[in-house]
């Protein structure tokens, strides 16, 4: 996913805040499910939604006002509740960030694990899934 750093990404010195890849993440992660064909507010209505139960994150290179990144999400595994996403920002060639992210699929009332649909499991499951 294409992704250009504004001023509301970065610190005083111009560069990335280090939060602002997990937002970055996410966004990778919500255009990887839509092109799917899986859309964020057909979950909440069928009463379900992924929450993050694992992270963690390498900072190797920083990311600066106005350059452009590439954002992108890659299914490393998926059960019947959860995802393993792996996940990275390039600047060109070169790997700023890279990250590992796991997602529980919960009851959106009780959070308790939920059975995410059929249709989605296969596709998850399916070779070479990256965005």
């Known amino acids: 996913m294409p992704l250009r750093v504004y001023m509301e990404d970065t610190d005083a010195g111009g560069i990335v805040f280090y939060v602002n890849y997990l937002k970055f993440f996410e966004r990778a992660r919500t255009e990887y499910m839509r092109e799917l064909g899986f859309h964020k507010a057909a979950f909440i209505d069928d009463s379900l939604m992924f929450v993050v139960t694992g992270l963690s994150t390498k900072y190797l ?13 890659t299914v ?18 070169e790997v700023l960030c890279d990250g590992d992210v796991k997602l529980a699929c919960v009851d959106k009332l009780s959070l308790k694990p939920k059975r995410m649909p059929e249709a989605l499991l296969s596709v998850l499951n399916r070779k070479n899934n990256k965005v």
């Open 76 to 93: 490393i595994a998926a059960t019947k509740v959860s995802i393993h996403f792996k996940q990275q920002v390039y600047r060109g060639n």
């Open 61 to 73: 290179r920083p990311a600066k006002l106005d350059e452009q990144l590439i954002v992108t999400a």
